[in-house]
């Protein structure tokens, strides 16, 4: 069974009478509360704390993000460094028994490429757009589950096995879209895209945006300009949840077409975890092909 990091301290496991259902549980962002509440079934509600169409980058809590960590027993996070500030979320709603459970260090996270976001090596976070890391995911958040909820354990095995199927079949799907793909070079608007790049066999060469809310140098920007005039330039993508005009500047100075890939989802057309990468590999049929 894999480790749990979780953080904070939990209620003894086996306290609930028998009839109890599981108790409150969350998660940061859309991709995990899909995959959580589909896994949990009908035992529990799984509220989404970041609502769909935020960044987490520039995430500033509301009264009500808080009031959902009430009764929360356990909070899904992806940790590395995405969604730092849920851990003072879950203190300000007095949630003190909820265990703050992070995902991404669990799914052998991987180093962005030196020199893309900082001169130093960073930690890419958007794991989930790797179906192949989401398998495993899918079977930390069951034991995470079962840990909780013993009596329940059979039926979110089964349930995550279901959904272990469908990711299987999605992850076919994108390799045979992938075949067709006949460039290979990408710009993604901060960086989102490392973990797709590197299961479908694509590079991402550059990004708008290095640190997600900061400008980019002036160095920054003309080194970009350079690669988006290249006689084969590299596919550019914005953001639905991040400031559209900086990459708008950009296309329009160097010439390129500005195409769109939503990497969090959660609104109409993205509301499931395969429709979200579904739109992901679309677009980059798209640009492409």
């Known amino acids: 069974m ?22 409150l549980v969350a998660a940061t962002v859309f991709p995990i509360q899909d995959l959580v509440r589909r896994v949990a079934g009908e035992r529990t509600e799984v509220q989404l704390v970041l609502a769909p169409g935020l960044s987490p980058h520039a995430y500033e809590p509301r009264p009500r993000d808080i009031a959902k960590l009430a009764d929360a027993g356990l909070v899904f996070a992806v940790g590395l460094g995405l969604d730092e500030w849920i851990q003072g979320l879950a203190r300000s709603a007095g949630a003190g028994e909820a265990r703050v459970f992070e995902l991404g260090p669990l799914l052998d996270p991987m180093l962005a490429p030196p020199g893309l976001l900082r001169m130093e090596p960073v930690i890419d976070a958007h794991f989930w757009l790797d179906p192949v890391r989401v398998l495993r995911a899918v079977d930390v958040i069951v034991n995470a589950l079962s840990s909780l909820d013993p009596e329940e354990a059979p039926s979110y095995r089964l349930r995550g096995d279901e959904l272990k199927r469908s990711i299987h079949e999605l992850h076919r799907e994108i390799e045979r879209r992938a075949g067709g793909w006949r460039r290979r070079r990408i710009v993604s608007f901060h960086g989102s895209l490392f973990y797709f790049a590197a299961r479908y066999g694509l590079e991402v060469v550059a990004v708008v945006q290095p640190v997600p809310g900061q400008e980019p140098t002036a160095r920054h920007l003309a080194d ?11 596919a550019l993508f914005a953001e ?16 390129v077409p500005l195409r769109t890939v939503d990497t969090l989802g959660g609104g109409p057309g993205t509301d499931s975890y395969e429709k979200l990468l579904r739109q992901v590999t679309a677009a980059m049929d798209e640009a492409l092909r």
């Open 2 to 23: 894999a480790a749990l990091a979780l953080t904070g301290t939990a209620p003894p496991i086996g306290c609930r009478p028998r009839s109890a259902a599981l108790p």
């Open 224 to 234: 970009l300009l350079s690669r988006l005039r290249e006689p084969e330039p590299p």
């Open 240 to 255: 639905p949840e991040m400031d559209r005009q900086l990459a708008t500047a950009v296309a329009r100075e160097a010439g």
